[in-house]
């Protein structure tokens, strides 16, 4: 069974005080503002407005929690690193994110998105150091990867792995795939990566 179709919007957040129970597991969603976290969202759901689409950069504002058919949760974060936002709004959203990811006893990894083009940003290797010491897993999604030529964007995937690996110490821990909203591809293989997180058959 798909494990991301069929999902649907359970509540928005904008405090940490306002956290729902912690009745599941989570999977959270994150990246950089503008790297096709939301199209993704979607279309792992197979859904065209699960998650808000929008052209202008920093729109999600609130951690948003959809309720998935296996009992888990996917957890869509604010997207991080858009200068346009007011210092005080970025300073809430970067505190929502941190107490988040710092303090959810049932999250049991991240899926870090990443444009193909531009991928491990300042941005991106600040967040994956943080997040590092929890012993939780990430897995990059490299989105908008139909932009590339197959030969780029294979570079781009060698490139990233390259650069997980001083995290893995020769475990899977953090990992990564190449991902198309256009194309839909990358659907199956992120589905198994997650699967076996929640344990659950795909």
């Given amino acids: ?10 509540t928005s957040i ?12 989570e999977i959270a969603f994150a990246g950089r503002s503008n790297a096709g976290k939301s199209s ?18 920093g729109r999600t504002q609130l951690l948003n929690f959809f309720r998935l058919q296996c009992g ?11 200068a346009a936002v007011p210092e005080r709004i970025r300073r809430q959203w970067q505190g929502l994110i941190e107490d988040y990811l710092k303090m ?15 991928p491990m940003t300042p941005l991106d290797r ?3 150091d943080w997040f590092e010491p929890s012993g939780r897993p990430i897995h990059v999604l490299l989105t908008k990867s139909d932009k590339l030529s197959r030969g780029a964007a294979a570079a781009a995937l060698n490139q990233v792995r390259a ?7 020769n475990g899977e821990r953090f990992t990564a ?3 198309s909203s256009l194309n839909k591809i990358g659907i199956e293989e992120c589905e198994r990566v997650v699967g076996v997180w929640l344990g659950v058959e795909t």
């Avoid at 959810?104 to 531009?118: I, K, Q």
């Avoid at 650069?163 to 110490?169: G, I, V």
């Fill in 1 to 10: 069974m798909p494990i991301f179709r069929h999902a649907h919007f359970e």
């Fill in 14 to 25: 904008a405090k940490p005080s306002a956290l729902p129970p912690e009745d599941g597991p």
């Fill in 40 to 57: 993704a969202i979607n279309t792992l759901a197979d859904h065209t407005r699960l998650a808000y689409v929008s052209k202008t950069p």
């Fill in 72 to 82: 888990a949760r996917l957890v869509d974060l604010p997207g991080y690193g858009y």
């Fill in 104 to 118: 959810r006893a049932n999250l049991v990894g991240l899926v870090l998105m990443m444009d193909t083009r531009h």
């Fill in 126 to 128: 600040q967040l994956i």
């Fill in 163 to 169: 650069a997980l690996e001083k995290y893995n110490d």
């Fill in 177 to 179: 795939q190449l991902f």
